[in-house]
């Protein structure tokens, strides 16, 4: 049982209040200064991080990840994305791939933050950069190439990159959980391309080989073959 | 009443004497001057400028740490071999206690600053290391008031020492925090995003600048500004204060 505070002397309690109001005007005064874009040093090279890591390199590349961030601002807009150096932020986003390969993060950040900027080099940059981690592990990544291939066809307006992209999701990606919508992008963009033949040939391959198991898929996908064939008909 | 202060303080200074303390830091000394060796070898360039921040940083949390297990340990052996009920059965208040506990602890953690601080100067220029040792000091300063307080209020090794390691990590990465919370990427709703914003100013209000204080940039050759330093004299007395007095409206409340 402790005692009651009225038992502790008065003067005390002021005096607690007032240090206690002394501090809080202390900080106040000192505010922590927002990063700016210039700041952004290279990263640390793989082996520096490894001996950082002290064998455990995935939290590392967590707080990386997070620190990366506190360089840009989405709302406050005190350091637009497309203020910083991206040579920069590749490589600091390769890097944390590098030691923490399962981090779907990076890829996040490339794909929906870095690459959505009104600069086109900097999109590119960053679109390829998801394009050449797909690779790597194309059953997980393939959520941030297909969102790059709607980057590059509605944002970029370049129907070949898209086709470049959904290409890879389709003949790389090849695990179940990998949706058909996914594997199918490519159809599509074909179809944008005018290359209404070649789509036609790949949406009768899928109905053939049975890799559309769904029926609703199936009668979308053989609605959309007979679309397909009405056109190159009407184109002949 | 500046008797039983100065016994209190001198028993605990003692008590560290006896503790081997010294030894302890000496070794840690050595370790990490070896360490630094090693590390110093396997540099290409900037031999020197790594040596010192590595010894610098490492140092650094060492006295931290030593300071914290010092005045925990003493707290809570006292309390566990009833020498504190001892102590505050003479007549003398209980702030006399706290402040022969703190006086003790802040000679300790002076102590402590200027042996590391001197290790450093066969490194660096004097004029850093000296800004370097009188800040570490403040930090060691603000460490061991925080200690005690743990001890006090908590009473358990275990307990007091994870609080005032929680407290330190804190106090050095708030800063950091602060940043990653005002620049959000998420997409949660603005009302979250300030709530989170506003949570982590107010911790950071309450907490000491410990992320300013014994900045390696010092020993190389950046010294801070006299605003900068005397800013930070100002945090540590103010901070004292108040850790202080919460130290003892805690103790005042006890019944023992």
């Known amino acids: 049982m402790e005692r009651p505070f009225f038992q502790v002397p008065r003067a005390l309690l002021i005096g607690l209040l007032v240090a206690l109001i002394l501090q809080l005007s202390l900080r106040s005064l000192n505010p922590p200064s927002a990063p700016k874009a210039a700041d952004l040093p ?52 390769s890097r944390i791939l590098q030691i923490d390969p399962i981090g779907q993060y990076p890829l996040m950040a490339a794909s929906r933050l870095y690459a959505e900027v009104p600069d086109e080099a900097k999109k590119r940059q960053m679109l390829e950069l998801v394009y050449r981690e797909f690779f790597k592990d194309p059953d997980r990544r393939w959520p941030w190439l297909a969102h790059a291939a709607a980057l590059a066809k509605h944002g970029l307006k370049d129907l070949p990159l898209a086709r470049r992209y959904a290409a890879a999701i389709q003949t790389y990606s090849l695990g179940e959980e990998v949706p058909l919508w996914a594997r199918q992008m490519e159809i599509f963009i074909l179809e944008d391309m005018n290359e209404l033949e070649t789509a036609r040939i790949m949406i009768g391959g899928y109905i053939e080989k049975g890799l559309v198991k769904h029926p609703g898929e199936l009668r979308f996908l053989e609605q959309r073959l007979q679309e397909l064939e009405s056109r190159i008909k009407q184109n002949k | 009443m500046l008797l039983v202060t100065r016994t209190i303080a001198g028993i605990t200074v003692l008590e560290a004497m006896r503790s081997r303390l010294s ?110 040792g009188v800040s570490l000091a403040c930090e060691l300063l603000i460490v061991a008031a925080v200690a005690i307080f743990c001890a006090v209020s908590l009473a358990q090794l275990t307990s007091a020492f994870a609080a005032t390691a929680g407290f330190y990590l804190l106090a050095r990465s708030i800063t950091a925090m602060q940043m990653i919370a005002a620049t959000p990427l998420g997409s949660e709703g603005p009302w979250t995003d300030a709530t989170l914003r506003t949570i982590v100013d107010a911790i950071a209000l309450a907490m000491p600048a410990l992320d300013q204080m014994a900045q390696t940039g010092w020993l190389l050759g950046r010294a801070p500004d006299a605003a900068t330093f005397a800013g930070l004299l100002i945090q540590t007395v103010v901070y004292l204060l108040l850790i202080g007095l919460a130290t003892l409206v805690d103790l005042y409340r006890k019944n023992y």
């Open chain 1, 42 to 93: 290279p990263p640390p090279s793989a082996n520096a991080l490894a001996i950082t890591a002290f064998g455990d390199p995935i939290p590392l590349a967590k707080v990386l990840m997070l620190y990366l961030q506190a360089f840009d601002n989405q709302s406050g807009s005190r350091t637009p994305y497309q203020a910083l150096d991206y040579q920069q932020i590749e490589t600091w986003l």
């Open chain 2, 23 to 132: 030894w302890v830091a000496l070794i840690a000394i050595g370790l990490v001057f070896a360490a630094a060796q090693f590390l110093g070898q396997v540099a290409i360039i900037e031999v020197d400028q790594i040596q010192l921040a590595l010894m610098a940083a490492i140092l650094r949390v060492i006295a931290a740490f030593l300071v914290a297990a010092f005045c925990i340990t003493s707290i809570v052996r006292e309390a566990n071999d009833k020498i504190t009920e001892l102590f505050l059965s003479q007549p003398a208040a209980r702030a006399e206690y706290y402040l022969g506990k703190i006086a003790g602890c802040a000679v300790v953690a002076l102590a402590l600053a200027g042996a590391f601080a001197l290790t450093l100067a066969f490194f660096a220029p004097a004029v850093g290391v000296a800004y370097w």
